[in-house]
């Protein structure tokens, strides 16, 4: 089994900067990929950007260059750098990781609001 917390998440005015953790715990040594999801009010949960255990990244076209994944293996954290806030990116983000053998875990979310 694997835990994660996010952390980080709060009200923000647009075109201000926020920086999500995830930290794990548990089985830490099976995660694989790991990835940051949002979900907007009555909208699908949608990726935002995920990593490679090699720090391979993806971004969702609508956050590039503005949004930075990164990840320290040491800590078993995640983070999610947000700069260029936009109203848009308003959403509860949720962390995600992917173990071997293949196991799904998702974070209890953490709120962003970006207000104009």
């Known amino acids: 089994q694997v835990q994660l917390v996010e952390s980080g998440g709060g009200l923000v005015q647009a075109g201000g900067s926020l920086r999500l953790s995830c930290a794990a715990s548990g089985n830490t040594g099976s995660i694989n990929n790991m990835g940051w999801y949002r979900q907007a009010p009555g909208k699908q949960r949608e990726l935002v950007a995920d990593?490679?255990?090699?720090?391979?990244?993806n971004y969702a076209d609508s956050v590039k260059g503005r949004f930075t994944i990164s990840r320290d293996n040491a800590k078993n954290t995640m983070y999610l750098q947000m700069n260029s806030l936009k109203p848009e990116d308003t959403a509860v983000y949720y962390c995600?990781?992917?173990?071997?053998?293949?196991?799904?875990?998702w974070g209890q979310g953490t709120q962003v609001t970006v207000s104009s």
């Open positions: 990593i490679t255990s090699r720090s391979n990244t």
């Open positions: 995600n990781a992917m173990s071997v053998p293949f196991r799904i875990f």
